[in-house]
């Protein structure tokens, strides 16, 4: 069964700083892999995806994030924060069972604070 | 530009009461979901359904039922709502492959009392 870790429930940075959110997965077949954005009373936002093409991704407000399968990790970075990315951002892997158009399954989440 | 609607945005039921979450989406996608998220608990999924017709149990599906009434529409049954039901539902949907995104819609805030 896959599985998803997000080290850290809550991430504080300042405006300006590099941000760093970890996520280490397990999967059972070679993973797809998704950070999503939530926003406040709002639903998920897809910020990037890794479907094998390359190791380095790069999405949408300047996020990047690199799989690296040694570590079975996919890190969420940005260089530099900005208050608007005050959010809290979820990975997760594809397949619930395993295999198919069947959901993916989530981290826990992480509240990214920005301290201005 | 819709993507995926729910109704209602909130709803206040009391124990033992019953409703329907609807869902419904116009992106032509095949796989509609069912998600619950909870405070430090992520997102887990209740049901999914790969193609009309077809409805299968994800990882909490206990106290609920699910209706996909045709390609565009899936819903959410609760016969008879219990309070650790309160949570913020969402619905999603996506293409047929393994790599496809999900795309979801804004969510219902659900509270039993």
């Known amino acids: ?116 | 530009n819709a993507g995926v609607t729910q109704t209602p945005k909130f709803q206040v039921l009391k124990t033992g009461q019953s409703m329907t979450l609807q869902c419904a989406q116009d992106m032509n996608h095949n796989s509609m979901y069912w998600y619950r998220q909870d405070p430090g608990m992520g997102l887990r999924l209740i049901y999914y359904s790969a193609s009309e017709g077809t409805t299968d149990k994800g990882e909490v599906p206990n106290g609920y039922n699910v209706s996909r009434l045709n390609k565009r529409e899936f819903s959410l049954r609760l016969e008879s709502a219990a309070p650790s039901q309160t949570s913020v539902y969402f619905c999603a949907s996506s293409g047929d492959r393994e790599s496809s995104p999900l795309h979801f819609g804004n969510g219902t805030r659900l509270t039993v009392t």
């Not at chain 1, 999967?27 to 797809?32: A, C, T, W």
């Not at chain 1, 995806?49 to 300047?62: F, M, Q």
């Not at chain 1, 990047?64 to 260089?79: I, Q």
């Open chain 1, 1 to 116: 069964a896959q599985s998803v870790t997000q080290l850290g429930s809550h991430v504080s940075v300042s405006e300006g700083a590099l941000v760093l959110l970890r996520c280490n997965y397990s999967s059972s077949v070679p993973p797809y892999l998704f950070w999503y954005v939530q926003y406040p009373n709002q639903g998920l936002q897809l910020l990037l995806k890794y479907t094998s093409a390359a190791t380095l991704v790069k999405g949408i407000n300047g996020f990047e994030a690199e799989f690296k399968k040694s570590e079975t990790s996919f890190h969420l970075t940005k260089p530099s924060a900005h208050m608007s990315d005050a959010a809290e951002y979820f990975c997760a892997v594809s397949g619930y069972s395993g295999g198919g158009a069947d959901g993916l399954t989530f981290g826990k989440g992480t509240h990214l604070i920005i301290q201005p």
